[in-house]
């Protein structure tokens, strides 16, 4: 019976990174099974995802590496899922190194190296530049230093 892998993510505006990882665990095993935190999941983590959780979860079910996709809603499901799914390892990126130590006990546990400068975070950074309240406060910037520029003349 062939290994199965199971991570979990909220693979908010899918970049590299996601898919970096999700290839490297697919060859830990047979099978690669990913739990996609909802958006009520998020929001107890602090987190507001862009994407909402059901384009989230087509976009991670439609990976080739990607044998089945299912929704993470809790901290506590881990446990479960490996029992329900037979789970032989779990993966995470380096982020959560040593996180889930305590299901060793029923599972081998892997992390792997994070893709070097990209994530999700840094991505969400860079499009608030565009946010139309930023592209306000420029614009009434520029048109202080306009007036001041007028002044001086
Ligand atoms: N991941 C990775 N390399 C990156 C970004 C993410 O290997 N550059 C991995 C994470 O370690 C995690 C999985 O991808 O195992 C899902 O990560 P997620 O938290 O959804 O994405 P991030 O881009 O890390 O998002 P954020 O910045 O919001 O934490």
């Known amino acids: 019976m062939g290994k ?25 095993g047979d099978r690669l099974i990913v739990g996609v935190s909802t958006d009520e999941f ?7 995802p862009v994407v909402p959780f059901e384009q989230r979860l087509e976009i991670v079910q439609s990976i080739r590496y990607v044998d089945l996709a299912i929704p993470e809603d809790r901290w506590a499901q881990k446990r479960e899922d490996i029992a329900t799914y037979d789970v032989d390892i779990l993966g995470m990126g380096a982020d959560w190194e040593g996180k889930f130590d305590d299901l060793a006990d029923v599972v081998e546990l892997v992390y792997l ?20 309240r930023h592209v306000e406060e420029l614009k009434s910037t520029i048109d202080s230093i306009a007036q001041i520029v007028k002044e001086l003349s």
Request: glycine letters at 8%; a positive charge.
């Open 4 to 28: 199965t892998v199971l991570t979990y993510g909220t693979f908010d505006l899918f970049h590299i990174g996601h898919l970096n990882i999700l290839k490297r665990l697919r060859e830990y």
């Open 113 to 132: 190296p994070r893709t070097d400068g990209i994530s999700t975070t840094e991505m969400k950074r860079v499009l608030s530049a565009f946010d139309a």
């Open 42 to 48: 998020n929001a107890i983590k602090g987190k507001k």
